[in-house]
């Protein structure tokens, strides 16, 4: 079955209480919470401050992504604040190995996130330090995009990869996920789906999640 990670980040801020819950009542794996700078991505959403507030509640794992750059300034004060797994950007780091060993050595799951042009053999070297590779299948900044259709050919070329190597790396696939295409990533060789809009434009959100989870 595949990990659901749903992003709180097309949720309704005024009641983040309400994601909170349903999250933790629904049949969703992770927490997905998705911190963006205005520098390494064109918006702005939120930072530790709001991770901490959702950690009091919040009782599954917190998957982290960080679309900022020189996420190392902030690694420690991300796990402070709650983060189990901390996912950086190959794009943002000239010195990724460096980051990888720093959320390593800080007790956290350490993921590394690519964007749609960069090709997945850029991370041959790095993948069996890592336990995540989040695939963005859309373009990273915003919910609501629709996925990018050569990521299914990623998926499948970065499955072999690990294959390959023998990483016990997770595929979290990241942007324009929905009942409709869940099942053909999961087939490319997907672990984790992560589910912005699919889950909080939703009617029913964990009828959603659940939907997803057992495809
Ligand atoms: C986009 C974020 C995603 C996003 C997914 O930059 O990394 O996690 O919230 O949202 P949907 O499912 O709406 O594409
Ligand atoms: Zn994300």
């Known amino acids: 079955m595949p990990i659901i990670a749903p992003s709180i980040l097309t949720a309704d801020f005024l009641h ?8 933790n009542e629904s049949e969703a794996d992770w927490f997905h919470l998705d911190v963006m700078d205005g520098r390494f991505v064109p918006n702005i959403s939120f930072g530790m401050h709001i991770i901490k507030q959702l950690r009091k509640q919040g009782r599954k794992f917190f998957d982290v992504h960080l679309m900022i750059l020189e996420p190392e300034k902030f690694t420690e004060e991300f796990r402070d604040a709650g983060a189990d797994g901390l996912t950086v950007h190959l794009e943002a780091c000239p010195h990724l190995h460096r980051n990888i060993q720093l959320i390593k050595s800080l007790g956290m799951k350490a993921g590394v996130a690519i964007n749609p042009h960069s090709p997945v053999l850029l991370l041959k070297d790095v993948i069996r330090d890592i336990d995540l590779v989040n695939v963005m299948t859309v373009n990273p900044g915003f919910g609501g995009q629709s996925f990018i259709p050569y990521s299914i050919q990623k998926i499948k070329d970065l499955r072999q990869l690990i294959t390959e190597t023998g990483s016990s790396a997770k595929i979290e696939i990241d942007g324009g ?39």
């Not at 983040?16 to 999250?23: E, R």
């Not at 869940?182 to 939907?211: C, H, N, R």
């Open 16 to 23: 983040l209480a309400d994601a909170c819950k349903i999250i």
């Open 177 to 215: 996920v929905s009942l409709d295409n869940a099942k053909e990533i999961l087939q490319a060789g997907a672990d984790v789906l992560v589910t912005g809009t699919a889950v909080f434009s939703s009617d029913d959100p964990a009828g959603m999640i659940s939907k997803l989870k057992n495809l």
